[in-house]
């Protein structure tokens, strides 16, 4: 599995040859119990990926986690323990403490703007804008964070994109060639930069249509021109800040790609508590 194959990937990227720091702690064969512990305030993702580390590692070492992913945490709680052999835990700590940091904050971060749109019926989504091997881990985050995802890749939906369109010579012509090709369960996207491409995608028979970079005040009238023959996803330019603009339009999706590509890890450490 993916997951898998990136714990591997990140073991084999920080040991190398060999912990020289740890390795002096194997001839004395000590065991220990180490204890996750949060330094600020965060919801707990990766739970299962930071297991998965010292599992690779070493068959000895037993993870136990407090809390399940989802679970809002404390600055100052302490929300699981590793225990087994010393060297063992000290060569995975910091792989294991990337996946849950880097999660954590993904999930923490997609909450923060769920909430901005708490009480509308649109639908948060991430984006492609993932770091290269670990997609399928932070979109999960992102479900975590009770936001929702976009196609996980080029494989599992069709995106019309400015230069698909172009390429193609039109919306219309772009759409007729994709339908020939895929099966007619999946769902056809087209990305639009103005009125004319709105109702050119409308009329092509396009289920989704994605409005990007427009300004808000354009964003009503392609509403109207659309007239709900199509589900409406808006992206480009949007902040957490300027989120509750966009609460009373009738929009179905809206797309930020700042879920992934701009969370902040959040602060754990992984403190031994007795050897």
Known sequence: MLRERLIQLALEEDIGTGDLTARAFRKQNKKGV?????KEDFILCGTKSATLVFEELDSEINVQFYQEDGTHLKKGEFFGEVSGPIYSILTGERTSLNF?????????????????????????????????????????AVLIGCGHNHRIGLFDGVMLKDNHVDAAG????????????????VKIEVEVRNHQE???????????????NFEIKDIQ??????????KIEISGGIRKDNLKDYRDLAID???????????????????????
């Not at 180490?34 to 949060?38: D, E, I, S, T, V």
């Not at 709105?198 to 990007?212: C, N, Q, S, Y």
């Not at 009238?221 to 199509?230: L, N």
């Not at 999706?253 to 050897?275: E, F, M, P, R």
């Open 221 to 230: 009238k392609a509403i109207d021109i659309i007239d709900k023959r199509a």
């Open 198 to 212: 709105a109702k050119e995608a409308a009329d092509a028979g396009a289920d989704i249509i994605m409005l990007d």
């Open 170 to 185: 039109g919306i219309q012509e772009a759409v007729n060639l994709v339908k020939r090709s895929i099966p007619s369960t």
């Open 100 to 140: 849950l940091q880097r999660l954590c904050g993904i999930a923490t971060n997609t909450a923060s703007y769920v909430k901005e749109l708490e009480g509308t019926n649109i639908c948060l989504l991430d984006t492609r804008k993932t770091t290269p091997g670990w997609r399928v881990a932070e979109k999960y």
């Open 34 to 38: 180490f204890k996750y512990l949060a």
């Open 253 to 275: 999706y809206i797309s930020v790609g700042a879920l992934t590509h701009h969370a902040t890890s959040v602060d754990i450490s992984l403190k031994i508590q007795k050897a």
